[in-house]
C-alpha cells in the first residue's frame, strides 16, 4: 500500500509558505494548508495574511483550511506573558497554541502528520518549536530555514509581489523596542 504523504501545514503566513511548500512538494509530501493564527492582532492583518497566503497556494492549486479567529482565547493563554519581548516567554506559549490546535486538526481529518511555517523565520529557534512539537503526534521535525528556506521565500516574496509584514503577529510584537 502506498504510504500517506499527506502533511497539514500551519501557516503563519503567504511569505514563509512559499519556500515551505516547495520543500515538500520536493520532498514528497502532499500538504494540506492550515491557517491557524489567533495570536495575530488586529484581526484586519489576519485578514490581509490570509488573502497572501492564497495568492501562493493558487500557485500550487492547493486549499487552505482557515481556523475560527480566537484572538480573545489566545490572549488568556499568554496572560501574564504580554510584557515579554519578542522571542521570550510568550512566544513558546504561543507557538503551542498553534501547534496544539493543528495537530487536532490533522486528527480530525486523518492526515498523519503535521508541521509549521513557523521554522523559516530566523527569529524562531526551531529547537524551541520541535521540543513543543514532540508532545503532538503525527509532528514533522522540518527546519525551514535550512537548504537556504529563509533566503528562497524572501525572494520568492519579492517575485510574488507579496505584503511582507513589519512584525511578527500579536499585539506586543508591534511595540517599539521589537522593530
Ligand atoms: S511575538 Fe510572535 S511568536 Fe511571540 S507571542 Fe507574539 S505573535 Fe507569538
Request: charged share 35%; proline share 4%.
Amino acid at each position: 500500500m502506498e504510504e500517506d504523504k499527506r502533511v497539514l501545514l500551519h501557516v503563519c503566513c503567504g511569505p514563509c509558505s512559499t519556500s515551505s511548500i516547495l520543500r515538500l512538494l520536493e520532498e514528497g509530501y502532499k500538504p494540506v494548508l492550515f491557517y491557524s493564527d489567533s495570536n495575530i492582532y488586529p484581526e484586519s492583518e489576519f485578514i490581509k495574511r490570509e488573502g497572501e497566503l492564497k495568492k501562493v497556494a493558487s500557485l500550487h492549486s492547493l486549499d487552505v483550511i482557515v481556523d475560527e479567529y480566537d484572538h480573545e482565547a489566545w490572549r488568556e493563554k499568554v496572560k501574564g506573558l504580554e510584557c515579554e519581548k519578542e522571542g521570550g516567554a510568550r512566544c513558546p506559549v504561543c507557538f503551542r497554541y498553534n501547534l496544539e490546535r493543528t495537530c487536532r486538526k490533522a486528527k480530525e481529518l486523518g492526515i498523519p502528520y503535521f508541521t509549521t511555517t513557523l521554522t523559516v523565520s530566523r527569529f524562531k529557534p526551531s529547537k524551541v518549536i520541535f521540543a513543543i512539537g514532540r508532545d503532538y503526534p503525527g509532528f514533522l521535525e522540518i527546519d525551514f530555514k535550512k537548504k537556504g528556506g529563509f533566503e528562497k521565500s524572501v525572494r520568492l516574496s519579492k517575485e510574488m509581489g507579496l505584503y511582507r509584514q513589519e512584525y511578527c503577529g500579536c499585539e506586543f510584537s508591534l511595540r517599539k523596542e521589537n522593530g
